[in-house]
């Protein structure tokens, strides 16, 4: 199952940083613990049989076509990502969906999806990727690569917008996504 070698590395870093100036940082002590013990956790959960039914998180860290998808496009990664948010899932087959059974994550857990899928980074390269705030009236002071991020925003999607792609993609893997009925 994919995962990125560098999850939950920022946090554990601030947390080393402060116990290599003061060794008897019980705090940073304590929570280099929990995070790793939380990554054991992690490890422990994903080899869990009953974990990996109707999860669409494993089916996502699993399934190479998609992985390869979101590994070779930070675009397609990021509307998979959005997805995610705010919406819940089931997988389309008779007992999920008599019984109800739905899937759905926090926007922190889909960002450290994409990353895991991606194996690179963590859940911050992906949180709140939707929320565009560019000026594009700075255009002409920005840096080659500055432009190259903002025109890459334009073609973001915010949080709970369901591409057809992604839909489509989500399909194959024999998951839809659950239409809010309260609307109606």
Known sequence: MNR????????????????????NDETAKFMIKHYTDYDDEDKDLAADLEWRKDNLEYDLRTTEWIIEKAKSDKIYAQHLYAAMCNNDFMRNDVWPILTEKKWSCSWRHAGGIISDMREEGNYLDWYCSGIIDADEDQWGILSEDSKKRLLETKAHVAESVVTDEIRKDLFKLNWIVVEDKSSD
């Open 4 to 23: 990125s070698p560098e999850r939950n590395d920022f946090k554990l870093a601030r947390y080393r940083e402060n116990l290599a100036e003061n060794p």
